[in-house]
């Protein structure tokens, strides 16, 4: 987070929904402890990723009351240039990441996507797919390096309000963290969809050939709810 984001949570861009919903979690002690260990951070020299701008990208593009999907991912891209706030996407002019090749694989297959030049996802995002990782910041070049510092809990936060306020949200969880972390979600009043992880990995383990798009725009048909336009333009600009 930024300095003024650190002094005023209101100087953190995310949708007003979302600004609402959250206001008790930016004021808890966790949550303040949080913000004080990026900037100490920040402070020891260390670099963080997404920039303090982008770290809530993902809650201000994609308010409450337009979420329709959404993909549950793990931390951010620890490479320089990679991270800006949605899980799986990369700014344009960076290499697509090997996880999101085979999302554009499954893409393709499913519904005969046509992969583009770029990783960007930003226009999935402007339709209502949340691309919502567990922990939001990450040490440049240290995976997993903010794990368990209270980000863990601001994200079940925001499950838990689609899982309770909205109904008939269609939930990805691609692996076991994913799933473990959507346990919670009724699945009476949404959908929640389950495969292995599109990492290289575990993509040929049942992630390919699981229809996840297809069955997600069905379903928001079914209940009366236009379907995602999966298909990413071939070039774009930075605009996420």
Known sequence: MTEAAVNSPREIRLADSWKRALSDEFSADYMVQLRNFLLQEKRAGKKVY??????????????????????????????????????????????????LLNIYKELQADLGFSPPSHGCLSAWARQGVLLLNAVLTVEAHKAASHQGKGWERFTDRIIDVLNNDKQGVVF???????????????????????????????????????????????????????????????HTELDG
């Not at 993902?58 to 899980?87: F, M, R, W």
Request: charged share 15%.
């Open 50 to 99: 997404p920039p303090g701008d982008e770290i809530f990208s993902a809650l201000d593009l994609t308010s409450i009351e337009n979420t329709k999907v959404v993909i549950l991912g793990q931390d951010p891209y620890h490479g320089a240039g990679q991270a800006h706030g949605l899980c799986f996407s990369v700014k344009p002019g960076v290499d697509i990441p090997p996880s």
């Open 172 to 234: 990805l969880l691609w692996g076991s963290y994913a799933q473990k972390k959507g346990s919670m979600i009724d699945r009476n009043r949404h959908l929640v969809l389950q495969s292995p992880h599109p990492s290289p990995l575990s993509a040929s383990r049942g992630f390919f050939g699981n229809k996840h798009f297809s069955r997600t725009n069905d379903y928001l048909l079914a209940n009366g709810e236009s379907p995602i336009d999966w298909q990413l333009a071939q």
